[in-house]
């Protein structure tokens, strides 16, 4: 499986791509954003890894410009603290990011969540569509419709959307959400999952009456 590695740090970025050559991987490195574009685009890896800190194009400008042409999963590095970087990220389309420092064990368990949940075959009975009042989810193929139009979807927002779908009438905590959306437990003060379902709100056009907030709890979808 190939991954793409954008980091400027050229030490850092060989380390660990030989970290993940060893665990099975195929990487291939570059330092600097429009680098890490151009290649990210070419649709030949799995998932990209991008760093927030870069010449040429930052890292936040980078994942806009791959978001606007592709739906591969990217995990952004972001600076420890930043909380700027990470909202702005996410905001953008990002899956999920990984603060720096991070050592090569912890960026391959997020690494593997994404991978996990992103290509992720269903069983056949859970294959069947997923209807909504006007929004329908196909677990099989990893894609919804909104009133009959596709859903332009990263693959984070669509397991949020399945696993709220599939719990429809009833409210999900961000601790189950962040586990089967994210395939990570939920970590403090970890705004991700209200970032994420932000965005899928603005997707599906539709007001706070669809995609319920459960104070306390985490969030709903409305069953007519």
């Not at 599939?166 to 209200?194: C, F, M, N, W």
Request: hydrophobic content about 40%.
């Amino acid at each position: 499986m190939k991954l793409l590695l954008v980091d400027d740090d050229v030490e850092l970025a060989e380390i660990l791509g030989d970290y993940l050559g060893q665990e099975g991987f195929e990487v291939s490195l570059a330092h600097d954003g429009e680098a890490g574009v151009a290649l990210a685009l070419t649709g030949h890896y799995a998932l990209v890894v991008l760093d927030v800190m870069m010449p040429k194009m930052n890292g936040i400008e980078a994942l806009g410009r791959i978001r606007m042409n592709s739906r591969v999963p990217v995990l952004m590095l972001t600076a420890k603290g930043d909380d700027l970087d990470r909202i702005t990220g996410l905001e953008l389309g990002a899956d999920d990011y990984v603060p720096k420092p991070c050592t090569p064990r912890e960026l391959l368990a997020r690494i593997r969540a994404i991978l996990r949940r992103s290509q992720a075959r269903p069983l056949q009975a859970a294959a069947e569509s997923l209807t909504v009042g006007p929004l329908t989810v196909y677990p099989a193929k990893r894609s919804a419709t909104w009133k009959g139009a596709p859903l332009d979807l990263t693959s984070t927002e669509f397991n949020l959307l399945e696993v709220l779908a599939r719990h429809a009438g009833q409210p999900v905590t961000k601790a189950e959400l962040s586990e089967s959306g994210l395939g990570r437990p939920l970590a403090r003060y970890d705004r991700s999952i209200d970032v994420h379902m932000s965005s899928v709100r603005q997707k599906l056009r539709a007001d706070k009456e669809f995609i319920l907030t459960v104070r306390g709890k985490g969030y709903q979808l409305a069953k007519e």
